[in-house]
Each structure stands twice: as structure tokens, then as C-alpha cells.
């Protein structure tokens, strides 16, 4: 398929955005596998190989979000100068070279530093970029393309089964090994084929067929700008950005969701096994809610679409805290099910959600510089979960108070969903 060509004389079957979605589909399911749910699994055979103690284990994933927090505003930059492809490929890179690198770790100071190696290849390779793409080739059918795009991940938690049987089989440190060597065979080869906007590549978003957009306005109003190029749809500067008091309201909201996410991301089978859960146990829940989570992603893609954002974001953040509630009082194995189902809804929707508002509200052009100091915002609340629950667990030898604080807190943000109104000079209208 010759991507060159106009749309117009040779219009492929498939359009080729579909191709970038699918490749970065690949890529987060690899990095869910081996790094965001995965790295749950080597979290005990550290312990018990250095005698590190979780909050110390844990300030290393704090740390990694003090990293995000420069990184993606400067991943986002590079993204609206240089598009998505060599980005992809550098952080698939970086992300082998950290997790070889952790293989050969004998002190903690090592572990910290394998850690934002990971962080800032994936951060990279995965996440912003693949949603800048999205929201470059996608305009009427963003919300479902970017909750395609984040499923990916739906299989990484049965497919935890690869880790668990390279950590029994071969131990800790060849088992990062192997997946550091894994991620350059997979991931670099998927990173080629992005692009960047499809009006290099002689598209339009959505694969739409170029029309008069004055023949076509008069018969059809303001609708028609969706059929023409990217420039007809409004984008707001970083600078104004910045100055919208939603864009701020937003934030608060993301922080308050990225406490259970980024906290549940380290601690959540160390909690399980706390409380009497095999490995294999644990390893079914990430299963469950990773699964289930096709709920959220698919289900929040469409519903920003096609529904009021703030009643999606209020929706998601209701059900993180009823899902931390239940997490708290896991006292039988049925409870890990509506756990599974809840959670995984709130923090699947949230991915395409996030993405989605953001677009809608302040528009694609500077999509990587706003979704990347957005995610930068968040930082206090993404160092904070993860040690939070380190600590609580080290004083009380439990984590269910961390579970009630960070419930409690994302109750709090649900009023402030309502508060966050689209600027008024974006052309996404306010559907209250």
C-alpha cells in the first residue's frame, strides 16, 4: 500500500491510521506484560534477594514519576515537532537497554536507575505517543480509535503467565534479561509503522475523501469542517492552554485517578499475598481487571463520542472508589470479581478518556505538549500512592488505610468533573 498516494484516486481498503492503532496495540500490550502489571511479579523476589524494604522498593516508582513529570512535556514537544516514529523507536530502545540493565543489579541505587530507564523508554514508546498519533489520524472517530488504540493491554493479564514462568524457570535476573532482548525484537520492528499527521502521507482524519468545503457548508452547515483538513478544527496554544482554568480542574481530576492506578500498579500483589494469595492468585486478578478493563477502554472511547466527557470522568472516578472499597475488604475470593470489574472499568475508561478530553477541549495541534504537561501535573499524586501504601504497610503492617484515603480522595474530585467546561472557543460543544 503506497501511503502516498491522494486518498482520493487510490483509497486503500483500510485506512492507514487503523494501522498505527494497531501497531501501538502491540506495543502497550508488550510493555503491560513485562513492565506495568509484570514488574509487580519481581517485586517479592527482590525483597527477599537485597532485604530492600516496599517503601524503599516503592520510592523507586516514585521517583519514576518525578522523571515523568520532565520527560512528557519534553516527549510532547519533540512529538508535535518530529512525529511519532523515531520517538517509538528510541523509547522501544531505551526500554530494552533499562530492563537488561536491571538483570545485572546487586544494590538498590542500580534498581532505581533500571527503573527510570523503563520509565522514560516506555513513557516514549508507549502511552503519549501512540495517543498523539491516534489524535492526528482520528478526529470524528477519536474517542473509539483511542479506546481501540489503549486495549492492547486486555490480554497482558492473562499473558502475565510469560513472566511468571521466566521468573521459576530461570530466576530473577535472566528473566530481565530475556525480556529486555524480547522488547527490541517486538517493539522496534512495530515502531516503524508510525507516521506522523496523515496530511504528510496524503490523508485526511478518519480516512475522509477530500470535498468542496464550500459547496458542502452550504448544504450541510458547520458539520462539513469534519470532511476537510486538520486546520479547520480549533486548536488552542499551549500558552492559552495553560491559562484555561479547566485545563488545571482537569488535572486535579487525572491526579486524583493516577493515585490508584500508580499505587495499584506496585502494590497490588504484594497486598493479595498479604493476605494469603498465592502468586498464581494474584496474577488471576491482574487477569481479571486487565480483561474486564475492555469495559472501560472500549465502552469510555464511545462514550466520549458520544456523551457529556464530565459525566464519563465523574462515572470512572465513582468507580475507582467503590473498587478500592471492596479491595479493602477482600475477605473471599468471589469479592476479587465485581474488584476486577469496577477497577478495571475506571482505569481502562480513564486512558481513552483522558486523551479524548484533552483533544476535545483544547484541540490536536499541540496535543503532545498539553497531554504531556497534563500527565506532568499529576506528579505529586503519582510519587505519593506508590510510597503512601510502601509506608502504611510498614507501620501498620496493613494496606487497607491507604486504600480508604486514596477512595476518599477520588470521591472528593468527582464535583470538580462537572466544573471543568469546555473553553468556549473550541468547536466540541457543551452538552449539558
Not at 105 to 114: I, P
Request: charged share 10%; aromatic share 14%.
Amino acid at each position: 500500500m503506497d501511503v502516498n498516494n491522494s486518498p482520493s484516486q487510490n483509497k486503500p481498503r483500510l485506512f492507514y491510521g487503523w494501522y498505527i492503532v494497531l501497531a501501538g496495540m502491540g506495543i502497550h500490550l508488550w510493555v503491560s506484560i513485562v513492565w506495568i502489571y509484570g514488574m509487580q511479579l519481581f517485586f517479592t523476589p527482590l525483597v527477599q534477594t537485597f532485604g530492600w524494604s516496599r517503601a524503599a522498593i516503592s520510592g523507586a516508582f516514585g521517583l519514576q514519576r518525578l522523571e515523568g513529570s520532565i520527560a512528557t512535556p519534553l516527549i510532547g514537544l519533540l512529538l508535535d515537532r518530529s512525529g511519532a516514529k523515531i520517538i517509538v523507536i528510541t523509547g522501544a530502545f531505551i526500554t530494552g537497554v533499562g530492563l537488561i540493565f536491571m538483570s545485572f543489579m546487586n544494590a538498590l541505587w542500580m534498581f532505581y536507575v533500571g527503573v527510570l530507564l523503563v520509565s522514560l523508554g516506555t513513557a516514549a514508546c508507549s502511552g503519549n505517543s501512540r495517543n498523539w498519533a491516534i489524535v492526528q489520524w482520528f478526529r470524528r472517530l477519536r474517542g473509539r480509535a483511542l479506546g481501540i488504540g489503549s486495549s492492547g493491554a486486555v490480554l497482558s493479564g492473562p499473558l502475565l503467565i510469560i513472566v511468571v514462568w521466566l521468573l521459576s524457570t530461570f530466576g530473577w535476573r535472566v528473566a530481565f534479561f530475556i525480556i529486555g532482548l524480547l522488547t527490541w525484537i517486538i517493539c522496534i520492528p512495530l515502531a516503524t509503522v508510525f507516521r506522523s499527521r496523515p496530511q504528510d502521507s496524503g490523508y485526511l482524519p478518519d480516512g475522509d475523501v477530500p470535498v468542496n468545503h464550500e459547496n458542502v457548508s452550504r448544504s450541510q452547515g458547520s458539520n462539513a469542517s469534519i470532511n476537510n483538513d486538520t486546520h479547520l478544527e480549533t486548536s488552542m496554544s499551549t500558552i492559552e492552554t495553560l491559562k484555561s482554568s479547566s485545563f488545571w480542574i482537569l488535572t486535579l481530576i487525572f491526579g486524583a485517578q493516577t493515585m490508584g492506578v500508580s499505587g495499584l500498579n506496585v502494590h497490588l500483589i504484594p497486598y493479595l499475598e498479604t493476605i494469603g494469595f498465592t502468586p498464581g492468585q494474584g496474577a488471576s486478578v491482574l487477569a481479571f481487571y486487565t480483561v474486564l478493563s475492555a469495559f472501560g477502554r472500549l465502552g469510555g472511547g464511545w462514550a466520549m463520542d458520544y456523551l457529556n466527557p464530565r459525566t464519563v470522568l465523574a462515572s470512572l472516578l465513582i468507580c475507582l472508589s467503590i473498587s478500592l472499597v471492596i479491595l479493602a475488604n477482600l475477605n473471599s475470593y468471589w469479592l476479587v470479581f465485581p474488584f476486577a470489574l469496577l477497577y478495571g472499568t475506571a482505569f481502562g475508561g480513564m486512558l481513552p478518556a483522558r486523551s479524548g478530553i484533552l483533544s476535545f477541549y483544547f484541540g490536536p495541534k499541540n496535543f503532545g505538549a498539553i497531554n504531556g504537561l497534563a500527565q506532568s501535573a499529576t506528579i505529586l499524586t503519582g510519587v505519593l500512592s506508590p510510597v503512601l501504601m510502601g509506608f502504611v504497610f510498614d507501620i501498620t503492617g496493613s494496606y487497607e488505610i491507604s486504600f480508604y484515603i486514596i477512595a476518599a480522595i477520588s470521591i472528593f474530585s468527582v464535583p470538580f468533573a462537572f466544573i471543568a467546561k469546555p473553553p468556549t472557543n473550541n468547536i466540541k460543544p457543551d452538552q449539558d
